[in-house]
């Protein structure tokens, strides 16, 4: 008698069987064949820049948050010294 177990390892001969069968040109992009010019690089390049113009427009915005909050400190400091 034979007994038949489900694993979990039992879908990756079908699943390397699809890949191996894919035509190589399928898992590349334009970039990868050498095609360093034209309209979707470029979009790239932008996308690239405005997320680094986004990070670094909320880390300057926390920088300053901080230096406000420093100077209220001092300033607080300052004018409660007298009080007592």
Not at 42 to 61: E, H, K, N, P
């Amino acid at each position: 008698m034979i007994r038949i177990v489900a694993s979990a390892w039992a879908p990756i001969p079908a699943m390397l069987l699809c890949v191996m069968a894919s035509p190589s040109s399928a898992l590349a992009c334009a970039v990868c064949y050498g095609a360093a010019e034209g309209p979707f690089i470029r979009g790239l390049q932008l996308s690239v820049l405005a997320l680094l113009g986004v990070t670094y427009f909320v880390i300057i915005g926390l920088l300053a948050c901080f230096v406000v909050l420093r100077r209220r400190v001092r300033l607080a400091a300052n004018t409660s010294e007298g009080a007592y």
